[in-house]
C-alpha cells in the first residue's frame, strides 16, 4: 500500500494499557518531541536518550489506567499514530495528558479525534471538566485546545514546564 493510500485509511481509537508495546512507543516518541522541542529552544541542542530516560521515569503513565485514568490510543489503519491520556485529579475534575500524533500523520484529523475521545472518557469517569497544562512553544498544541473550547485558566498545579493551564467544562452529551 502506497503511503498516500495508508494516509486515507479510517481512524479508531480504543483504550490500551499504557504497558503496552504500542502505547510505550507512543509515549516515549511523545516525550521525546517535547523534550528536543524544548532544548531546541532553551539550549540550541537535541535531547539525548540518557535525558528521555530521565524524562519518561520523571513523568510516568501508570496513573492512566482504570478506575481513575485511561490511556487512548489512535490508529490510522493499522498503525498505531497517536495516543492522550486521561486521569481525574478529583472527583469532577479529569487532566488531559500526553496529547500526542506522530509528525507523519499531523493534518488528517487524528488529533480532533483523539480529543473528543478524551473528552468522552473523562466524562464517563465522572468528570464535568477536564483542564491540562501545555508551553507555550507547543503552538500547534495551544491551538488545537482553543479551537476545541478549552479556555484559559490560571495554573492548578506547580511544574517548572507548564507555562498555560487550559480548561473545558464536560456538558455530559460527550
Same mark, same amino acid.
Given at each position: %500500500?502506497?503511503?498516500?493510500?495508508?494516509?486515507r485509511? =479510517?481512524?479508531? #481509537?480504543? &483504550?490500551e494499557?499504557? /504497558?503496552?508495546?504500542? &502505547? *510505550?512507543?507512543?509515549?516515549?516518541e511523545?516525550?521525546? *518531541?517535547?523534550?528536543?522541542?524544548?532544548?531546541?529552544?532553551?539550549?540550541?541542542?537535541?535531547?539525548?536518550?540518557?535525558? @528521555?530516560?530521565? /524524562?519518561? $521515569? !520523571?513523568? =510516568?503513565?501508570?496513573?492512566?489506567?482504570?478506575?481513575?485514568?485511561?490511556?487512548?490510543? $489512535?490508529?490510522?489503519?493499522?498503525?498505531?499514530? /497517536?495516543? #492522550?491520556?486521561?486521569?481525574?485529579? +478529583? &472527583?469532577?475534575?479529569?487532566?488531559?495528558?500526553?496529547?500526542? #500524533?506522530?509528525?507523519?500523520?499531523?493534518?488528517?484529523? /487524528?488529533?480532533? %479525534?483523539?480529543?473528543?475521545?478524551? !473528552?468522552?472518557?473523562? $466524562?464517563?469517569?465522572? $468528570?464535568?471538566? @477536564?483542564?491540562?497544562?501545555?508551553?507555550r512553544?507547543?503552538?500547534?498544541? #495551544?491551538?488545537?485546545?482553543?479551537?476545541?473550547?478549552?479556555?484559559? @485558566?490560571?495554573?492548578?498545579? !506547580?511544574? =517548572?514546564?507548564? *507555562? @498555560?493551564?487550559? !480548561?473545558?467544562?464536560? +456538558?455530559?452529551s460527550?
Open positions: %500500500m502506497s503511503d498516500v493510500a495508508a494516509l485509511l =479510517p481512524w479508531a #481509537v480504543s &483504550a494499557p499504557a /504497558g503496552s508495546p504500542d &502505547a *510505550e512507543t507512543l509515549l516515549r511523545y516525550y521525546t *518531541e517535547v523534550a528536543d522541542r524544548y532544548f531546541a529552544l532553551h539550549e540550541g541542542r537535541r535531547s539525548t536518550p540518557q535525558e @528521555i530516560d530521565e /524524562g519518561v $521515569a !520523571e513523568y =510516568p503513565s501508570t496513573d492512566l489506567t482504570p478506575p481513575h485514568g485511561t490511556l487512548l490510543v $489512535a490508529r490510522q489503519g493499522e498503525v498505531a499514530a /497517536g495516543c #492522550v491520556g486521561v486521569r481525574m485529579l +478529583d &472527583a469532577r475534575t479529569a487532566e488531559l495528558k500526553q496529547m500526542f #500524533v506522530r509528525a507523519a500523520r499531523r493534518g488528517r484529523g /487524528g488529533a480532533g %479525534m483523539l480529543l473528543t475521545a478524551a !473528552e468522552r472518557a473523562a $466524562a464517563r469517569l465522572g $468528570a464535568e471538566r @477536564i483542564r491540562l497544562d501545555t508551553r512553544d507547543l503552538v500547534e498544541a #495551544v491551538a488545537l485546545y482553543r479551537r476545541h473550547g478549552f479556555v484559559e @485558566i490560571d495554573p492548578y498545579h !506547580e511544574d =517548572p514546564y507548564a *507555562e @498555560i493551564f487550559f !480548561e473545558k467544562r464536560l +456538558d455530559g460527550c
